[in-house]
Nanobody, 117 residues
Framework: QVQLVESGGGLVQAGGSLRLSCAAS????????MGWFRQAPGKEREFVGH???????LYADSVKGRFTISRDNAKNTVYLQMNSLKPEDTALYYC???????????WGQGTQVTVSS
């Protein structure tokens, strides 16, 4: 079982930056594909990006060029660096862990990001 705890959310002005962290339990963290998702009020949860064990990444078009996902396998932690934030980035951000293919099986509780205009 993998437990995930997000941190780093908060209130920031448009154009600012935040870095979210997701600390994972478990000895097999390095093998997991780690993803970030977000859900704004009244909207469905959407994919933000993921990082594979190899370090390769994939991003949603809406965040490409502004957000960067990285991982530190020694610390069992994945990061989401968010730059040039926009009010439409306001959401509850979740990290998730899963196998290389298929669904993400493990989810954190989320951390709130609010971007003011």
């Amino acid at each position: 079982q993998v437990q995930l705890v997000e941190s780093g959310g908060g209130l920031v002005q448009a154009g600012g930056s935040l870095r979210l962290s997701c600390a994972a339990s478990g000895r097999t963290f390095s093998s997991y594909r780690m993803g970030w998702f977000r859900q704004a009020p009244g909207k469905e949860r959407e994919f933000v990006g993921h990082i594979r064990w190899s370090g390769s990444t994939l991003y949603a078009d809406s965040v490409k060029g502004r957000f960067t996902i990285s991982r530190d396998n020694a610390k069992n932690t994945v990061y989401l660096q968010m730059n040039s934030l926009k009010p439409e980035d306001t959401a509850l951000y979740y990290c998730a862990a899963g196998a290389a293919m298929g669904e993400f099986a493990h989810w954190g509780q989320g951390t709130q990001v609010t971007v003011s205009s």
